[in-house]
């Protein structure tokens, strides 16, 4: 018995060593269910930036950090910087009061229920201050019109995408159907545009839908991906969504400064080129989709 005892003891030390030895090789991983640095909440000296990754991968989290640490900076303040894995979790925590600055989608904008106790600050520009909501299927596939979609494994980006969801889920209520309906309930939803593309491209799924900057990114950063792929549809432009802030948040006319003449300071050029912005501009509620049966939230 006690022979038996030391070799198991033995085989729990090799393994203990032989993880210890993997991890070092390692590279991190970011979880951005969770991604948060922890300050106290009452702190009046840190502000809480929420936002989004762009590309849900460790590069763009690098750069968007970098991003929230350059305006805390020019607040002159600690940053809070939240990640979150849904835009409705960011939605949460800016009612809750938990973020100072949010940086919202267009759908999670056009969803927030308390509109007209939010500051909109600025909209980020990328060549274009608009995207394209776009359907996309693989390259060799005989998917060629929204009818060809009917019935297929899709992918959907999250319920509060408006190009990743909410309005190709309207163009079908328009067309007399839904979601469910259309697709016979066989769609899925990835967090992430570029893990739309990538789940298309693997042909995980048939089809799915997302916004032409995921597109330009990836034909920056990833053209072999891009190349696996082929646009079925494009829809109409829709304005980029905004940067907001809380009615009575005391730095938002300088947040405003900051934003407006970032692209002048070459300190953070690095960062704007690795998320593709080129600049901020002003920004209104009229820039941005009414839902049907939301009343104005003037």
């Given amino acids: 018995?006690?022979?038996?005892?030391?070799?198991?003891?033995?085989?729990?030390?090799?393994?203990?060593?032989?993880?210890?030895?993997?991890?070092?090789?390692?590279?991190?991983?970011?979880?951005?269910?969770?991604?948060?640095?922890?300050?106290?909440?009452?702190?009046?000296?840190?502000?809480?930036?929420?936002?989004?990754?762009?590309?849900g991968d460790n590069k763009g989290y690098v750069?968007?950090?970098?991003?929230?640490?350059?305006?805390?900076?020019?607040?002159?303040?600690?940053?809070?910087?939240?990640?979150?894995?849904?835009y409705k979790e960011i939605n949460t925590l800016l009612k809750n009061k938990e973020i100072d600055i949010a940086f919202l989608s267009v759908g999670a904008y056009v969803l927030y229920d308390d509109k007209k106790n939010l500051s909109l600050i600025a909209k980020p520009c990328r060549g274009k201050s608009f995207y394209h909501p776009?359907?996309?299927?693989?390259?060799?596939?005989?998917?060629?019109?929204?009818?060809?979609?009917?019935?297929?494994?899709?992918?959907?980006?999250?319920?509060?995408?408006?190009?990743?969801?909410?309005?190709?889920?309207?163009?079908?209520?328009?067309k007399g159907t839904n979601v469910d309906e259309f697709f016979n309930k066989k769609y899925y939803f990835t967090y992430s545009h570029e893990q739309s593309v990538r789940q298309v491209a693997n042909e995980n799924v048939e089809a799915g839908v997302v916004d032409d900057w995921v597109l330009q990114y990836l034909e920056k950063n990833d053209p072999e991906l891009l190349s696996e792929i082929k646009i079925v549809k494009i829809f109409d432009e829709v304005s980029t969504g905004p940067i907001v802030t809380h009615k009575n948040y005391e730095q938002k006319d300088q947040l405003k400064e900051i934003l407006f003449n970032i692209n002048k300071d070459e300190t953070i050029s690095e960062t704007l080129d690795k998320l593709q912005i080129t600049s901020y501009e002003e920004t209104t509620k009229e820039n941005y989709p009414i839902l049907r049966g939301e009343e104005d939230a003037s």
């Fill in 63 to 86: 750069a968007e950090k970098n991003l929230a640490n350059y305006i805390a900076k020019k607040l002159n303040k600690n940053v809070k910087f939240i990640q979150r894995k849904s």
């Fill in 134 to 174: 776009v359907v996309i299927a693989k390259k060799n596939s005989s998917i060629n019109n929204i009818e060809d979609l009917r019935n297929k494994d899709f992918a959907f980006v999250d319920t509060y995408s408006y190009s990743g969801y909410i309005f190709l889920s309207n163009y079908l209520e328009e």
């Fill in 1 to 55: 018995m006690k022979k038996i005892i030391i070799i198991i003891f033995s085989i729990i030390i090799l393994l203990s060593f032989f993880l210890l030895e993997k991890n070092k090789n390692h590279k991190e991983y970011i979880d951005f269910s969770d991604t948060i640095d922890t300050v106290k909440k009452e702190d009046t000296e840190t502000v809480s930036i929420g936002m989004i990754s762009v590309s």
